[in-house]
């Protein structure tokens, strides 16, 4: 299969919704927890712990938004309708790497992070509608890019989420921890890709092409 790098078609959307940024619970367990029970300084009572914690990108006064009142409908997710899923009609070519049923692209540009890719796989499914051999397809993929990513040398770890808000086409992140910055372990690093500025052009060319060239080579 050949492994291209062409130029990113992102088509409107598809990394911005459902790029990854949750927070979790005030009792979410990461390595950085067990450092930062204590408040933020000048933080008000009611903030969770983990404005505390190293990892969080924010210092400061801060406060909480009020929570909205739960809707009685969810709102439609974009591909929801596949005759208006940009996945579907996107070519292989604006990818990274694909194969009979699985695609692999990247953000159209370089951020913070040293390597963010999105699996997706060829059909219109959403994870939970994947079948046997997609899910087990899948867990393979999981393996090999995980390895395939923290084998860079600027790599130390590799976060893999799979959120589902945004778009109805499946979405499986994989997000490159760069080695040797510890404050950026735990669910706070979705943030901190869009904070630090972005890495090389040249170094993030050479990342992609090195994890598709790694697929290729089955
Ligand atoms: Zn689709």
């Not at 579907?88 to 692209?105: G, I, V």
């Not at 540009?109 to 939970?128: C, M, N, Q, T, Y």
Request: hydrophobic residues 40%; aromatic residues 8%; proline residues 10%.
């Amino acid at each position: 299969m050949l492994s291209r790098l062409a130029p990113m078609r992102y088509l409107s959307g598809v990394a911005s919704a459902s790029t990854p940024g949750q927070i979790p619970q005030s009792n979410h367990s990461t390595p950085n927890s067990q450092q930062g029970n204590q408040r933020a300084s000048g933080a008000r009572s009611d903030l969770p712990a983990f404005v505390a914690w190293p990892a969080f990108p924010f210092e400061g006064e801060m406060r909480l938004k009020p929570l909205q009142e739960p809707v009685s409908a969810e709102p439609p997710r974009r591909g929801d309708r596949q005759e208006q899923c940009s996945a579907c009609h996107t070519p292989d070519s604006a990818y990274l790497w694909s194969n009979e049923r699985w695609r692999l692209k990247s953000p159209p540009a370089p951020s913070g992070l040293p390597v963010v890719v999105i699996l997706e796989p060829r059909a219109h499914l959403d994870l939970g509608d994947l079948s046997t051999m997609h899910a087990a397809e899948l867990g393979v993929l999981t393996v090999r890019l995980e390895r395939a990513i923290r084998n860079l040398e600027s790599v130390a770890q590799v976060h893999v989420n799979r959120w589902g808000d945004g778009t109805a086409h499946l979405q499986q992140w994989f997000l490159a921890r760069p080695h040797g910055y510890l404050q950026l372990r735990g669910p706070f690093m979705t943030m901190w890709d869009e904070i630090l500025p972005p890495v090389e052009e040249h170094e993030w060319r050479m990342n992609l092409e090195y994890i598709a060239a790694w697929l290729a080579d089955d």
